[in-house]
């Protein structure tokens, strides 16, 4: 299957900023026999309360994105007690060892990518059920368990 490869990393926007991006320099990236115009609107299939305190937004026109605002300090005790603060490159941490293990169980690679900055925590992907099942399965089981959640900040 063709995967999008060398996405560019972009500058951090204001939470009330994501899903306005259009015109976007991805579009020289895509496939050109693909009719985006027409495309379905993505397919969110997991409800809010099951990957509760992450949201879902559109990120570009061809992503989406869930974030966590860092300013709520979700588990902020757990990542204090382990000598961590919660910060976006901790959530990053500890999603780069799920997205390994989710990578080892399923196909794909290199299908995820990251925008953080100091109040928000965001991974996007091209590849929603990936990313919808990344987050129900893997991030949000371990979130739930403290010492599952300790032993990835380790």
């Given at each position: 299957?063709?995967?999008?490869?060398?996405?560019?990393?972009y500058?951090?926007?204001?939470?009330?900023?994501?899903?306005?991006?259009?015109?976007h320099?991805?579009?020289?990236?895509?496939?050109?026999?693909?009719?985006?115009?027409?495309?379905?609107?993505?397919?969110?299939?997991v409800?809010?309360?099951?990957?509760?305190?992450?949201?879902?937004?559109?990120?570009?026109p061809?992503?989406?994105?869930?974030?966590?605002?860092?300013?709520?300090?979700?588990?902020?005790?757990?990542?204090?007690?382990?000598?961590?603060?919660?910060?976006?490159?901790?959530?990053?941490?500890?999603?780069?060892?799920?997205?390994e293990?989710?990578?080892?169980?399923?196909?794909?690679?290199?299908?995820?990518?990251?925008?953080?900055?100091?109040?928000?925590?965001?991974?996007?992907?091209?590849?929603?059920?990936?990313?919808?099942?990344?987050?129900?399965?893997?991030?949000?089981?371990?979130?739930?368990?403290?010492?599952?959640?300790?032993?990835?900040?380790?």
């Amino acid at each position: 299957m063709y995967r999008l490869q060398n996405i560019k990393e972009y500058e951090m926007k204001e939470l009330f900023e994501y899903g306005n991006l259009k015109g976007h320099e991805l579009e020289q990236e895509l496939l050109p026999w693909i009719d985006y115009d027409s495309r379905l609107p993505f397919k969110i299939w997991v409800s809010e309360e099951e990957i509760a305190p992450f949201f879902i937004i559109q990120h570009h026109p061809y992503s989406i994105a869930v974030l966590l605002k860092i300013s709520e300090n979700y588990k902020a005790d757990v990542f204090r007690k382990n000598g961590f603060n919660g910060n976006s490159n901790d959530w990053k941490t500890i999603t780069l060892k799920l997205i390994e293990k989710y990578e080892e169980n399923n196909s794909g690679i290199n299908i995820f990518q990251f925008d953080c900055d100091e109040s928000v925590f965001c991974i996007y992907s091209f590849y929603v059920d990936d990313l919808m099942k990344l987050i129900r399965d893997y991030l949000i089981p371990v979130c739930r368990d403290e010492n599952l959640l300790a032993s990835y900040l380790e």
